[in-house]
């Protein structure tokens, strides 16, 4: 496939998002994102963002349009968060009740969002664990937050809450420990009540 192919649509993922991985140096990496560019003086050339599956190091790369990249096929996998122990997070296929275990530094931030019983989406490269993929949004238990102080609300009208995985979140006065909130799985933002 040339560089050029990889154009991006408009909601920012690659137009072949059924094989979103190249190799490149010796890596496999996933392609995040891509912008065709055509300066005035100079030749077409595509500026990829890659992440190295194997060390998770963020690079942008310029190829040029005519370049032929490799494409690695890789294939995703619903699979049910266990639990987490010394040996790494813990998940199974519900169809085939295969464990497979991966590493913190291959789960990433998807760790301050995962709850057991969960199903995310793992992708695979050449039959191994590569990646979480969360879901855009998820429901998560405030465990621990302040009451808000009546009369409170013209300077702060957020809070500090703590979730069930312990992340920290900045939530409105008015939601109470124990409840349920929805959280944006991109940046740990509060969206809403559950």
């Given at each position: 496939?040339?560089?050029?192919e990889w154009r991006s649509?408009?909601t920012?993922?690659?137009a ?7 190799a490149y140096?010796g890596e496999v990496?996933?392609?995040l994102?891509t912008?065709h ?9 595509v500026q990829a ?5 194997r060390h998770?190091?963020?690079?942008d ?6 370049e032929?990249v ?8 619903k699979?049910?968060y ?6 790494g997070y813990?998940?199974?296929d519900?169809a085939?009740?295969?464990e497979?275990?991966l590493q913190?530094d291959?789960?990433?931030h998807a ?12 992708v695979?490269?050449d039959?191994?664990?590569?990646q979480?993929?969360?879901?855009a949004t998820?429901?998560l238990?405030?465990v621990e ?5 009546r009369g409170?609300?013209?300077?702060n009208?957020?809070k500090p809450a703590?979730?069930?995985t312990g ?5 409105p ?8 909130i929805?959280?944006r799985t ?6 809403s009540?559950?």
């Amino acid at each position: 496939m040339f560089a050029k192919e990889w154009r991006s649509n408009t909601t920012g993922k690659c137009a072949w998002c059924s094989t979103p991985s190249t190799a490149y140096n010796g890596e496999v990496c996933v392609v995040l994102d891509t912008q065709h560019r055509t300066p005035g003086n100079l030749r077409a050339f595509v500026q990829a963002s890659l992440r190295s599956l194997r060390h998770g190091r963020t690079s942008d790369v310029r190829f040029s349009s005519t370049e032929k990249v490799e494409v690695v096929p890789m294939e995703t996998r619903k699979l049910e968060y266990s639990y987490k122990d010394q040996t790494g997070y813990h998940f199974i296929d519900s169809a085939t009740y295969e464990e497979t275990v991966l590493q913190e530094d291959l789960v990433g931030h998807a760790k301050d969002f995962l709850v057991e019983n969960q199903q995310v989406d793992v992708v695979f490269v050449d039959n191994l664990p590569a990646q979480v993929e969360l879901p855009a949004t998820v429901e998560l238990k405030i465990v621990e937050s302040a009451d808000g102080i009546r009369g409170d609300s013209a300077s702060n009208v957020t809070k500090p809450a703590k979730l069930e995985t312990g992340l920290m979140v900045q939530v409105p006065l008015f939601i109470k420990e124990g409840e349920k909130i929805k959280v944006r799985t991109n940046d740990g933002a509060y969206m809403s009540r559950a």
